[in-house]
């Protein structure tokens, strides 16, 4: 596959992506809720990847011929993948799909030391931006957060990634306990001081299922209230936007064209091909959007791919009026906000216009002209209600 280094622009349409999800980690975070599984043993990566190119063939059946813009390789931790695995897996993609030159390639990564010597061959399959887990930047937290990384390491993973990857963004998780405004504001400074282009800034939130969540119900672990976290966010909002850093979606912020464009496609409800235990897609078959969801348990998703060609449980068929509550669920996210005519289109209605008016007179939402609707900053604030309110 072509590693371009002169990214494709963002032409501002939804486009086709596809996610592969590698479900493998290191050690399991106390806050993650995401489909990730520990492995005492080495992963039989040779015999996955062979799963991921059979599912990628059912998944072009679905999808029929389509132009790629963006590929995200997440989990899990995919930087525990061989380079060797990551080009089997882009090299299948471009054979079932159309992949121009120049478009996104997304790995997710952890800044350990071993993972981080692993970049250079990444970047020769392909890759062409990575977006690494720091979580944050002082060492008392990250071992609060069950990282495996110290300060030190995450500063080396991402000064390695400057150098190698055209692009590259990590994510900070804030709003953690008994974090002040002041702290947070110097951590975040120090951070942009570090970024690139894009910061993915995320708050602590209490999973169900997880310990974290445990410790919290006992009442071990306290998180800031509503109003810290309000506090928390609306710093985030002005550093971030002082550095030329605004938020384009409600937790990632971007210099201008750095935005991510495969998550771009989620947000304004493109479709997208989830490949690997556990991935989600969203594939348009005429008139009809079909939810493609895996099993999530690895070897079960193995072995169910080697015996019937793929690893889906689900194949649920959306209405258009499902559709339309996920354009305004994905849309309401983005600062550019909902496209109007097209949520009309699949909901067949206009917004209720006392509901909107409501909404309007309190400052939460607000119109770009006749062709979008989006949040305001305070509207983001309160998103789910938002979106509650509107898509009644």
């Known amino acids: 596959m072509n590693s371009a280094a002169t990214l494709l622009p963002d032409t501002g349409e939804p486009g086709f992506g596809v996610y592969v999800h590698w ?25 996955f990847a062979a799963a991921f190119l059979r599912e990628m063939e059912t998944m072009r059946r679905m999808s029929g011929p389509k132009t ?29 799909w159309h992949v121009p030159d120049g478009i996104e390639v997304t790995m997710e990564a952890n800044p350990s030391s071993v993972e981080a010597t692993r970049f250079r061959g990444y970047r020769d399959t392909g890759v062409n931006r990575v977006s ?21 390491d995450a500063l080396q993973a991402i000064r390695l990634a400057r150098d190698i990857f055209p692009r590259m963004s990590f994510d900070l998780i804030y709003a953690r306990p008994n974090q002040t405004v002041e702290a947070w504001e110097a951590e975040l400074t120090e951070a942009i001081s570090y970024a690139v282009d894009h910061l993915s800034l995320y708050q602590l939130t209490i999973e169900e299922g997880t310990p974290f969540y445990g410790l919290h119900k006992a009442g071990k672990l306290i998180v800031p209230d509503g109003d810290q976290s309000a506090a928390l966010y609306e710093a985030t909002q002005e550093i971030t936007a ?4 605004p938020a384009y979606e409600v937790s990632n912020h971007a210099r201008p064209g750095a935005e991510s464009r495969h998550n771009l496609t989620y947000w304004r409800y493109g479709d997208y091909a989830g490949i690997g235990p556990g991935a989600h897609g969203r594939l348009t078959r005429g008139r009809n959007k079909i939810a493609t969801s895996t099993e999530r348990r690895p070897e079960t998703w193995l072995e169910q791919v080697e015996r019937e060609g793929h690893g889906m449980i689900d194949q649920d068929v959306l209405g258009f009026e499902e559709q339309a509550d996920e354009l305004l669920l994905m849309g309401l996210r983005l600062r550019e906000g909902v496209d109007l005519a097209r949520w009309q289109q699949l909901s067949g209605r206009d917004p209720d216009p006392i509901r909107e008016e409501r909404l309007l007179e309190h400052g939460f939402i607000e119109r770009l002209g006749n062709s979008r609707l989006r949040c305001t900053p305070s509207g983001m604030l309160i998103l789910d209600a938002v979106v509650a309110d509107l898509a009644c």
């Open 23 to 47: 479900p493998f980690c290191a050690a399991k975070c106390p806050y993650c809720d995401f489909n990730s599984h520990v492995r005492h043993k080495p992963v039989d990566q040779p015999r």
């Open 68 to 96: 790629v813009t963006s590929i995200f390789l997440g989990g899990g931790t995919p930087s525990l993948m061989d380079p060797a695995t990551v080009s089997a897996i882009l090299d299948g993609i471009a054979r079932h």
């Open 132 to 152: 690494l887990g720091v979580q944050a930047l002082n060492d008392a937290d990250l071992r609060f957060l069950g990282r495996l990384h110290d300060v030190a």
């Open 242 to 245: 002082r550095h030329s850093m």
